[in-house]
């Protein structure tokens, strides 16, 4: 094992945690500086281009050339300006993140999936380069402060509950296996985590909105439009869901390799399907039903609150075959 790779793996997680705290402030004081429900310059122009698509007119207007300019009304400088820097340290954190995997696999030698400490840090990245991809086509800046608590959370009890030294792994995990099924678990797991926080804030504000209380002054008034909110959530899940199904099929496959079976109700194996049952059923009444708005975004919560029961309830508490995650 490479010492020096594993030492500098671990101050890298250690920066990236302190960037995710400081991006998770920044976006809240963004936020909080933003006057009603002001759509981004991203925002508007997405809502002009589907006004003229339907030939009619958009309440949204095209920004002003000024920055910070929207609607005719000026946000704060220093909203944002907060805004810009959480962008920024959200970049350089998901950069030390990155850093901080890539010299983990490279001190021991093999993929840095082996065991919770490593699983969450690599959900965290991928988790915060989804949402830098989002941000990027939607503009909807006021989503960060939802993405990146959980980040921060999850980052925060990885350095300072699941964190393991770097070592090898158990023979289970010695395997091609673990490249495809870890790896797209990690990646489908973290989209969702995405999809599910736009759900949240979804039904957060269409609840104000029903009790009136979108007076656009308010903190929830603050947020992107239930449309983006919507159109996140269900774009999001519709890339996740695939990579989640083919996740669930190569475990089966590894099972069947490394413990004769391709099914055995495993506790985690009975988490990820029932993921997969809720996510199904989701994306089945999306486009067969026609459901919309709150009760779709309901399902997609639910499907979120059973990946994060599958990755931290279950390794942590349940013992079963998948126990080799450093906690049981």
Known sequence: MNQTLSTVSDLAFEAALAGYIMAFVCYAVELASRRGSDATPAEAASAARRAARRGGTDTLTRPDTAIGHVQGRSRPAWGERFGRAAVLVT???????????????????????GNMYEFTSAICAVAVLVWLVVLARTGARG????VMLPVTILAGVAFSTLYVPAAPVVPALNSYWKWIHVSTVAIS???????????????????AESRGENTGGGLVDRLPSLATLDRIAYRTAIVAFPLFTFAVIAGA???????????????????????WVVYASYLHARSTAGWRGARSAWISVIGFATIIFNLFFINMVISGLHSYAGLN
């Open 143 to 146: 989503l960060g402060v939802v």
């Open 91 to 113: 970049v350089i954190a998901a950069a030390a993140n990155v850093l901080s995997i890539v010299t983990r696999g490279l001190s021991v030698g093999r993929l840095p999936l």
């Open 253 to 275: 496959l590894w099972a069947e390799v490394a413990w004769g079976r391709y099914w055995g109700w495993d506790p985690k194996e009975t988490g990820a399907f029932i993921t």
């Open 189 to 207: 797991s973290s989209v969702l985590m995405v999809s599910g926080a736009a759900s949240v804030l979804y039904l957060v504000r269409r609840r």
